[in-house]
Each structure stands twice: as structure tokens, then as C-alpha cells.
């Protein structure tokens, strides 16, 4: 018997299941309740500092800016590193778009590494080769932009060598990562600095908003008066150097504050879900599974799957398959290196995030899904590969 009839499911219920949609812990109300009735309807409030404190907690006492966006915190980590006009930062293609634009909006000039098939995030052999290479032509990289994509660690020991060998600052984008640890150590605290995002879609989140990690105090305190226009210290508004209008709302903050206290619930979600999809689908000769490598703990934020070379059904077949049934997934990212905006950039290529691009797809991760829910999913797609 297919393993599918195990589920007694209702096939007709086509209520929408999401990839990933926000899913409140019930303590944000009270706490963003707390801000109105203490008028710190602002960017400036207690609640912010409370949610640098307790995210601090989390990322091994590093110092924390609550800022905008996880753009905006990628954005002033590249400008704290000195990244100007015409420097080039070596960047992960496969990622989103938002790991390499603050990179431009600097002028700087983005070189994109392919991924190792292991992690998926970038290839340490290519990131050494376009090391060397630069360095060959007398423009050693300012930076390296590190993605932990859905939530998996790059490959921390290998990369963190070749940064410290030819002594490159790194920036994780760990945007999807909060929570993953490499070797128990939190993603975001491996490199000068680390960049989480709270957008809605993210494994919690403030509605919008991001935050800034650094090791050194210093770093975060100009990081804070770079976010609020670089303003001096004077009574009057005096400013001697450009600034952004960056600093994290505190009603969103007050948000954050509730989030946190279920972030630990919903790693363990996330997990769960990659295990139950693991489980149910091992049976499906075409489907093969993202997973965690020695040392390297994930948030698994998304399930991603790969569907074989030579599979019947491909990735598109299979999406809309989902789709006709209200039930959302999505193409893996598609690389940096091919998109039309970047098509002027350099890339140190060897396929892989190409491959991906063209056969893997997000399953639906939503923490608010029930296991009838999930069932609906395994179901759907059984029903493709038993056809
Ligand atoms: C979401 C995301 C960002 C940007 O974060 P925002 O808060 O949306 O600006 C950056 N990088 C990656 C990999 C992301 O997934």
C-alpha cells in the first residue's frame, strides 16, 4: 500500500498553507501595550535596550545594534570595515539579493563564489582561488559577505582559515540563521560581525527590522550613531560625517521582545518539520534533503529539497502541483551571478548554486501549520511521484 493512504487526510481542504508566515509567541501585545502606555513610540526606547540585552544573551555576550532591517545592519557593517568606491568584497552568489546590494550601494565592487555541494553556502577551494587572484592583480578584498542560507552554518573551520591566512574581515549574513550554532558556537559570532533579520517571513521577527553583532563595543556604538543621522553629542544637531536613519522602532522592539521568548520553540519547530518531511518522503527515490553536516546545528528556517538529475518530475511540475492545492513552496535562490543586475560583476563559478537553482525547492516551514497540515503536504506530493 502506498505509504501516503496511512493518512487520513481531507483532500478537499484547500485552506492555504504558507512557506513561512509570522507566528506570534502571545507575550508581544502585552509588551508592545507596555510601549504605548509608556508613550516610547519611537526609535529611541527601553525596549529596544532590552531586546539588544537578551539578543546579546544569545550571540556569547557580543554587543548588539536593533536596527531597520538586516539590510540596513549589512549595510553599515560593510561602511564600520571601511569598504569604499571600487574595493572588491567577495561575496556567496547563492543567496538573496540582499546580501550583495549594500555592496553597491558603497560603489564597491561584488565577486561572487559558487556554493560547495555539502552546505550549499560558499565554497572555501573557490573563495581561496579568487583570494589569490585579486591579491595577483593588486586588489586584495576588503571583505568577505558569508551567507548561512535557510539556516544551515557554511563551512566555518575551513573559511575562517583562509580569512585569517590572508588576514579578510567576514561578515555572516546570518539573516536566516538565528539559532543555527556551528561546533555549539552561534552563527553570527564567527566573523568581525554578524547580521540577523526580524523581516516577517524570518524565524521570528518584529514585523520589520534587523540587528548588528560585534565582538567590539566600539564598533557597535558607532554603528548606533551611524543609525540615528550621526548625530554629535551637542545640543544643537551637529554632524561631521554622513548618516542613516537606521535605528530599530521601539514598538517593533517590544515585538521582538515576545519573539525572542519563543525562539527556542521555534528552532525546535523548524527541526521538527525537517524531520517529519525527512521521514515521511525517504521512500521517494527522487527527492534528497539539505542536511546538517558534522559539527553544524541548523534552524532548518526552510526545508529545502533537491530533486535527482534524471527525475520524471522536475521542480516546476512539482510547485505548481503544491500551488494548485493552496499550498505555497518556492524555487531555491537564484544565484547572484545570474541575475540581470549583476550580469557586469565577477564570479568564481564551478555549477553548483545553478544546479540548485534548477531542481531544489522550499517546502512549506511554517511553524503554524498542524501535523494535519503537514500530512496535506507529504499527501500532495506522493500523489505526484505515485501517479
Ligand atoms: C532576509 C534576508 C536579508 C535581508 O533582511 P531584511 O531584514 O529583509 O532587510 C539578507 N540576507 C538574507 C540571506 C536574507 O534572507
Known amino acids: 500500500m502506498p505509504q501516503y493512504l496511512k493518512f487520513v487526510i481531507d483532500l478537499t481542504n484547500k485552506k492555504k498553507i504558507w512557506l513561512s508566515s509570522p507566528n506570534m509567541g502571545g507575550d508581544e501585545l502585552k509588551h508592545v501595550g507596555n510601549a504605548f502606555d509608556t508613550n516610547w513610540i519611537a526609535p ?20 548588539v545594534a536593533a536596527l531597520s532591517s538586516g539590510t540596513a545592519s549589512l549595510h553599515l557593517a560593510l561602511i564600520l570595515l571601511g569598504v569604499k568606491k571600487g574595493d572588491i568584497v567577495l561575496c556567496s552568489s547563492f543567496t538573496f539579493s540582499a546580501s550583495a546590494n549594500p555592496i553597491l550601494y558603497l560603489g564597491a565592487n561584488p565577486v561572487f563564489i559558487d556554493s560547495d555541494i555539502v552546505s550549499w553556502n560558499m565554497c572555501p577551494v573557490l573563495l581561496e582561488k579568487a583570494i589569490e587572484n585579486c591579491i595577483l592583480d593588486n586588489e586584495k578584498p576588503k571583505a568577505i559577505m558569508l551567507v548561512h542560507l535557510y539556516g544551515m552554518p557554511a563551512k566555518m573551520d575551513e573559511i575562517m582559515k583562509i580569512a585569517q591566512k590572508y588576514d579578510i574581515a567576514v561578515i555572516e549574513d546570518a539573516a536566516e540563521a538565528l539559532g543555527s550554532t556551528f561546533k555549539n558556537k552561534p552563527l553570527g559570532t564567527f566573523g568581525a560581525f554578524g547580521v540577523f533579520s526580524f523581516n516577517g ?8 527590522g534587523g540587528a548588528l553583532i560585534c565582538e567590539d563595543a566600539v564598533m557597535i556604538e558607532k554603528a548606533k550613531f551611524l543609525a540615528t543621522q550621526a548625530r554629535e553629542d551637542k545640543p544643537h544637531y551637529e554632524h561631521s560625517e ?92 537564484k544565484p547572484m551571478h545570474l541575475q540581470p543586475v549583476f550580469k557586469e560583476c565577477k564570479s568564481y563559478l564551478n555549477g553548483v548554486s545553478e544546479d540548485l537553482f534548477n531542481r531544489g525547492l522550499c517546502l512549506p516551514s511554517d511553524t503554524n501549520m498542524s501535523i494535519e497540515d503537514l500530512k496535506r503536504v507529504v499527501s500532495k506530493i506522493m500523489e505526484l511521484y505515485e501517479a
Open 201 to 208: 517571513n524570518k524565524i521570528i521577527t518584529t514585523s520589520v
Open 44 to 63: 529611541v526606547g527601553p525596549h529596544i535596550s532590552k531586546f539588544e540585552m537578551k539578543l546579546s544573551n544569545l550571540s556569547a555576550g557580543f554587543e
Open 242 to 333: 554622513i548618516g542613516y536613519n537606521y535605528r530599530m522602532s521601539n514598538v517593533c522592539a517590544a515585538i521582538g521582545l515576545g519573539q525572542l521568548e519563543v525562539l527556542e520553540e521555534r528552532i525546535l519547530q523548524k527541526r521538527a518539520i525537517n524531520s517529519f518531511y525527512k521521514e515521511q518522503l525517504s521512500c521517494v527515490k527522487g527527492i534528497s534533503f539539505l542536511e546538517d553536516s558534522e559539527g553544524s546545528y541548523s534552524n532548518f528556517w526552510l526545508t529545502t529539497i533537491l530533486l535527482s538529475e534524471n527525475s520524471a518530475i522536475d521542480r516546476e511540475q512539482l510547485r505548481l502541483h503544491l500551488e494548485k492545492d493552496n499550498i505555497e513552496s518556492r524555487p531555491l535562490w
